[in-house]
């Protein structure tokens, strides 16, 4: 198997349903890399929930109407993108959680700890993930949002370098809780919550993060991850 394939492999194996389109695209990565580079920005809209999501132009996206559903029915996988170079791999994938399971949306809601333990989740297939920035509160547009950052070491393969993975979480409310006139009323409750998650193999690349913009309906564009919100990307602080 190829560097490539390999690097493809590794970063691609927590998303478990997209294995099998990652190893399939690995053979026309270099061409579909060229690409990519035409612009510096694209965009993808999600047409159901009215968000618009802006990302580097580096990154490649799954053919249309082919992206595979994740595993849980819980949590569903809208969008997925790659970024792959000799030296390292990156990926984000955009999700949704809403009333198809009632219990998850509720855990979803509380933003910080659901960020945390997804985060944890994710990257404990490697190892043993430590947190690097603990979950933080900020809006986007009015809409409550938390982020966590974590990284995994990858112990070294034989006549290999070791390896440390880095991923950030951010989920916010998909819709903002509204009060009517009449305190009495209750606030119209949450309907869904979207998630962001991006991980890369390089530490440096973290900084990427800064070039996600969303945009909730047509409301301004703002920063996914706001450099004010992620303070650091040193080592890591706790387990």
Not at 90 to 98: C, P
Not at 143 to 165: D, L, M
Not at 184 to 194: I, K, L, W
Not at 195 to 205: H, I, K, L, V
């Amino acid at each position: 198997m190829s560097g490539t394939s390999v690097s493809i492999q590794r970063i691609a194996f927590r998303f478990s349903p997209f294995v099998l389109l990652f190893l399939a695209y690995a053979a026309s990565l270099p061409h579909a890399i060229g690409q990519s580079n035409s612009g510096s920005v694209k965009s993808f809209h999600d047409d159901v929930l009215n968000i618009t999501y802006f990302y580097p132009a580096t990154f490649v996206t799954a053919p249309p109407n082919s992206t595979p559903t994740g595993s849980s029915k819980c949590i569903q996988s809208t969008f997925f993108a790659y970024s792959v170079t000799p030296i390292e791999s990156s990926s984000f994938a955009l999700s949704t959680i809403d009333g198809t399971c009632p219990e998850t949306l509720r855990t979803a809601i509380e933003l910080g700890p659901f960020t945390r333990e997804q985060v944890l989740h994710q990257l404990k297939q490697y190892g043993e993930p430590q947190i690097i920035q603990e979950p933080s509160r900020y809006a986007i547009a009015g809409h409550p949002t938390a982020i966590t950052v974590a990284s995994v070491a990858i112990p070294a393969a034989p006549g290999k370098v070791a390896q440390v993975v880095y991923a950030a979480q951010a989920c916010a409310l998909g819709n903002t809780p509204v009060k009517s006139h009449k305190r009495s009323d209750p606030a119209e409750p949450v309907t869904h919550v979207v998630c962001f998650d991006f991980t890369t193999q390089n530490g440096g690349m973290l900084s990427e993060m800064f070039s996600f913009i969303i945009q909730f309906d047509n409301s301004q564009p703002q920063p996914m991850f706001p450099s004010s919100v992620v303070r650091t990307t040193e080592a890591p602080t706790s387990r």
